[in-house]
C-alpha cells in the first residue's frame, strides 16, 4: 500500500482549503491508501488537530518547511500533494513552500487553488518554480489550465483536470429543519462561506426589496463567521455594514445572519431547505468554489456572477448567471425562478447529475491512480540527486529578533546600547525608528508570530506619528530618554528617511490600520518637502516616493516623484562624466543610496537617461569600496577624497546600502554581477572584511556597530542591529529567488 501525505491547511482551521483537504483524504483513504497530513499553521492560534496530523508547519518559520522535509524524507511516504494557495505560506509570494519542495525524495503533485492570469513577476516565478518540481499540477476547472499554458508557459502535457469534490448528500426532512429555524413555509434563499468583502454579500441584499414585493415570504440567510483573518485586521465591520443596510431597506425580517461556522452536516441541511442558492462573488477571476460544487450535489438551483469556475459549472441550464454587482438584473432572476418551480427543479437536476461524478470517493481515486502511475516511474537514485543538488550554496544564519525586542519599549526602540544592553542616556531618534518601521513590514511573511510583530510596528508608528511637529509641518528627530523632544525640527536626512518608511508602509503592509495611518502621514509629509534639498535626502525621499507610487499609482506621488528624480539627477550634470564624478569633494555616508534611488525611479518612470546616471555612480562606488574581493566602505575617519579614503571606521550602514543598491540594480539586468557584489557586501557582515572580524552577534541577536582596525566596536546599537537585519532578509529573498 502507498503512503501519501497531504501538505495544506487543516480543520479546525476554518477555511476552505482546510475542509478541501480534509475531504481529500476520506477520498483516499476510500481507495485502500495510507494518507497523512503536514498542516499549515498561521499564528493566529494553536490549533487541536486530530490524529491525521502528523507534523505541523509554521507559515512564516523558514526552518520549519525544511523540518517538514526532512520528516517527509526519513518517514517512508512515496509521493506529495501539495495544496497550494499564494496566501497559506510564508515567504513573499509564498516562496517558503519551495524550500520545502525542492528538498523531496519523492514525486510530487501539486492542486493549484487559485491560478493567476495577471501575476505579479515574483507570484508568476513561484508559481514556475512549484510547476518545475511537480510532476504534475491539478486543476479543478479547465480554464486553470489555459492560463498555466498562455500565461505561465507550462505544458498541458504537466496539466490535469480533477474536479472539486462534493459529498453524496441524502434525503433531508426539510420540513424539521425549517420548523427548527422558524421559517416554516417561507422561500428560502441562502449564501454560504466564511464572511468578507469579496462575497458581496450586498449585492443580494440591495435585490430583495423587489423581489419582498414580489414575494413576501422569502428569507434570506448569510450562513458563516468571518473570516478569521478578516476579523484579526478589521473586526466585524463589514458584517456590521451589512446588518445597518438591512435596517435602512426595512429588511429585517428578511435576513437572517448566522454568524458561525457549521459543519457539513449542517452546510447539507441548509443547502436542501434552499429554493435558491445565491453566489454575488465580485470578481470573474476565481477557478474553483468548494460553496458552488456542494450546492450542486444538494441539487439547489444556483444563481451566481459569472466567475470562471461558474462559467464552466453551470453552462448546459446548471445554473443562471447574472452581472457583477448588479442587484436589480439579481432581482429579475431570483423571482423569475422563485416563480417557476418546474425550471428551478430541472435546473437543480441537471446540476446533481454533473456532481454525482465528483462525489469524494471518485476524485480520490483519480489521484491515487494518478500517484500510482508517478510511483512507479519515479526512481530513487535520480531523487536522491535532486535533493543534493538544490541546497544553498550559500549559507545565512537564522533570524534572530531578541536583540530587537530588547532595544524597543513602550516608546519607540532605544538608539544606543552598551554592548548588547541598551544604553538609556542618549534616548530615541526618528531615523531608527523610521528604519525599524520598515524591517516590521518586510517581516510580515517571515515571522509566525504576527500579534507580537504587529505591537513592533504599532510601536515604530506611534513614535514617527509623534514625531510630526503640526506647527512647521517637519518631524522631529531626538527624543530624551524622559519624552522629551530635543528639537523642533529633524535633519533633511530624517525627514527623507521618514518618507522613506512611511510609503515603504503604506505600499507593502498586510494590515489595514497600518496603511490608513502611514498613508496619511506619508500625505502629510509630502506638503512639506520642499526644503529636503540635500542628496542623501532626496534619495530617501524618492526611495519612499517609488514604492508608494509602484502600489498605489497615485498622479501627485508620480509627479512629485519626477520632480525629485530630476533634482536629485542634477547634482551630477557638472561631474558624471570626470574621473571624479561626486558631486561633492568628500564622500561621506550613506552613498550607494543614490544610485538605488536614480535606477529605482528611472525603472518607474521609464527613463533609460536615469537609469544610465544611476548605473554610473553605483559602479564607481563598487570601484572605490570592494578591493580584493572584499568590500571595504568608506571609513569615517577622514571619509573619500580625491587625495584617498580612509579605510576605517567601517559602519554596517554601509554594508546595508551597498546591498540594497546592487539588488536594485540586479533586478534591472539579471546577469548575476551585481548579486556578487551584493552577497560580498553581506559576507562583510560575516567577517569578509578587512580586519576577518564577524559583526553579528549569534547570541544576542544584535549586530556590532562598527569596525575599527584592531576590531569590532563591541556596541551593538540600533541602527547597526537594524542594518544587519534588514540585509539579512533582503539577502535571503534573493537567494530564494534563485534557488530552483
Not at 517512508?76 to 513573499?92: K, M, P, S, Y
Not at 474536479?163 to 426532512?173: F, L, S
Not at 511637529?469 to 525640527?489: A, H, I, Q, T, V
Not at 578591493?627 to 559602519?651: C, H, M, R, V, Y
Request: hydrophobic share 40%; net charge negative.
Amino acid at each position: 500500500m502507498n503512503k501519501i501525505a497531504l501538505i495544506g491547511n487543516f480543520p479546525p482551521r476554518k477555511c476552505g482549503i482546510a475542509t478541501f483537504t480534509k475531504d481529500l483524504l476520506e477520498g483516499i483513504r476510500n481507495n485502500d491508501t495510507s494518507v497523512s497530513v503536514i498542516a499549515m499553521n498561521d499564528g493566529l492560534k494553536n490549533y487541536n488537530y486530530p490524529p491525521d496530523v502528523e507534523f505541523e508547519i509554521e507559515q512564516n518559520e523558514i526552518a520549519s518547511y525544511i523540518n517538514a522535509a526532512n520528516f517527509l524524507n526519513t518517514n517512508n511516504f512515496d509521493a506529495v500533494i501539495l495544496q497550494h494557495e499564494f496566501g497559506i505560506f510564508g515567504g513573499r509570494d509564498g516562496r517558503h513552500i519551495i524550500q520545502l519542495l525542492k528538498r523531496l525524495q519523492m514525486p510530487v503533485i501539486t492542486t493549484l487553488h487559485t491560478i493567476l492570469d495577471n501575476p505579479s513577476d515574483g507570484q508568476k516565478a513561484v508559481l514556475q518554480e512549484i510547476a518545475g518540481i511537480s510532476k504534475k499540477l491539478i486543476s479543478i476547472s479547465q480554464k486553470g489550465i489555459e492560463i498555466l499554458r498562455d500565461t505561465y508557459g507550462i505544458s498541458a502535457s504537466k496539466c490535469e483536470h480533477i474536479h472539486h469534490g462534493v459529498h453524496k448528500i441524502e434525503t433531508q426532512d426539510t420540513r424539521k429543519i425549517k420548523q427548527k429555524l422558524g421559517i416554516d413555509t417561507q422561500k428560502v434563499l441562502l449564501t454560504f462561506g466564511l464572511l468578507s468583502r469579496n462575497k458581496s454579500i450586498e449585492v443580494v441584499i440591495k435585490a430583495l426589496p423587489r423581489v419582498v414585493e414580489n414575494h413576501p415570504d422569502v428569507i434570506y440567510i448569510v450562513l458563516g463567521e468571518t473570516h478569521p483573518h478578516v476579523l484579526k485586521h478589521q473586526g466585524e465591520d463589514y458584517r456590521h455594514s451589512l446588518i445597518r443596510l438591512v435596517n435602512k431597506l426595512k429588511l429585517e425580517k428578511n435576513v437572517i445572519f448566522i454568524n458561525r461556522f457549521v459543519s457539513n452536516k449542517e452546510l447539507f441541511e441548509f443547502l436542501k431547505i434552499a429554493d435558491i442558492y445565491v453566489i454575488p462573488y465580485l470578481g470573474e477571476k476565481q477557478i474553483s468554489s468548494g460553496t458552488l460544487i456542494y450546492t450542486m450535489g444538494a441539487g439547489t438551483p444556483i444563481i451566481s456572477t459569472p466567475f470562471w469556475y461558474a462559467q464552466e459549472m453551470l453552462a448546459g441550464n446548471r445554473g443562471i448567471l447574472f452581472d457583477f454587482n448588479d442587484s436589480e438584473q439579481l432581482s429579475g432572476k431570483i423571482i423569475y425562478l422563485l416563480d417557476n418551480e418546474a425550471e428551478r427543479g430541472q435546473m437543480g437536476n441537471n446540476a446533481l447529475a454533473l456532481a454525482e461524478q465528483c462525489y469524494w470517493p471518485n476524485i480520490g481515486r483519480q489521484y491515487v491512480e494518478l500517484l500510482k502511475t508517478l510511483i512507479e516511474e519515479d526512481q530513487a537514485a535520480s531523487r536522491y540527486r535532486m535533493a543534493n543538488d538544490m541546497e544553498f550554496a550559500f549559507q545565512l544564519p537564522p533570524l534572530n529578533l531578541l536583540h530587537l525586542r530588547v532595544l524597543t519599549d513602550d516608546t519607540g526602540i532605544l538608539q544606543h546600547s552598551r554592548y548588547n544592553i541598551p544604553d538609556r542616556a542618549h534616548g530615541y531618534c526618528l531615523d531608527d525608528n523610521t528604519r525599524a518601521l520598515m524591517l516590521s513590514v518586510m517581516l510580515q511573511t517571515d515571522v509566525q508570530d504576527t500579534d507580537r510583530l504587529n505591537r513592533l510596528t504599532s510601536i515604530y508608528l506611534s513614535f514617527i506619528d509623534y514625531a510630526f511637529n503640526p506647527s512647521n509641518g517637519k518631524f522631529r528627530n531626538f527624543m530624551s530618554y524622559e519624552r522629551k523632544w530635543l528639537e523642533e525640527e529633524g535633519s533633511e536626512d530624517s525627514a527623507g528617511r521618514t518618507m522613506w518608511a512611511l510609503g515603504y508602509t503604506a505600499a507593502y503592509t498586510r494590515v489595514s490600520n497600518f496603511y490608513y495611518h502611514s498613508d496619511s502621514l506619508f500625505k502629510r509629509g509630502l506638503e512639506s518637502t520642499g526644503y529636503i534639498t540635500h542628496p542623501r535626502a532626496l534619495a530617501y525621499l524618492i526611495l519612499g516616493l517609488v514604492h508608494h507610487a509602484g502600489v498605489h499609482r497615485e498622479a501627485e506621488v508620480i509627479r512629485i516623484l519626477e520632480s525629485k528624480a530630476q533634482q536629485l539627477s542634477s547634482f551630477f550634470d557638472p561631474t558624471i562624466d570626470r574621473d571624479w564624478l561626486w558631486y561633492d569633494t568628500v564622500v561621506t555616508y550613506a552613498n550607494s543610496r543614490i544610485p538605488q534611488a536614480l535606477i529605482a525611479a528611472g525603472i518607474f518612470l521609464k527613463k533609460p537617461g536615469m537609469i544610465s546616471r544611476g548605473f554610473r555612480i553605483l559602479d564607481w562606488l563598487i570601484e572605490k569600496q570592494f578591493i580584493d574581493n572584499l568590500f571595504s566602505p568608506i571609513g569615517n575617519k577622514g571619509w573619500l577624497t580625491p587625495e584617498g579614503k580612509a579605510l576605517f571606521d567601517q559602519q554596517p550602514l554601509e554594508a546595508h546600502g551597498m546591498l540594497d543598491a546592487c539588488l536594485q540594480a540586479e533586478e534591472y539586468v539579471k546577469d548575476g554581477k551585481y548579486a556578487d557584489y551584493a552577497l560580498k557586501a553581506f559576507a562583510w557582515f560575516m567577517g569578509e572584511n578587512n580586519a576577518s572580524s564577524v559583526l553579528y552577534d549569534f547570541a544576542s541577536g544584535g549586530c556590532r556597530d562598527g569596525l575599527h582596525p584592531d576590531g569590532v566596536n563591541l556596541n551593538q546599537g540600533a541602527e547597526s542591529t537594524l542594518s544587519w537585519l534588514m540585509s539579512l532578509i533582503s539577502i535571503s529573498y534573493y537567494l530564494r529567488s534563485k534557488s530552483k
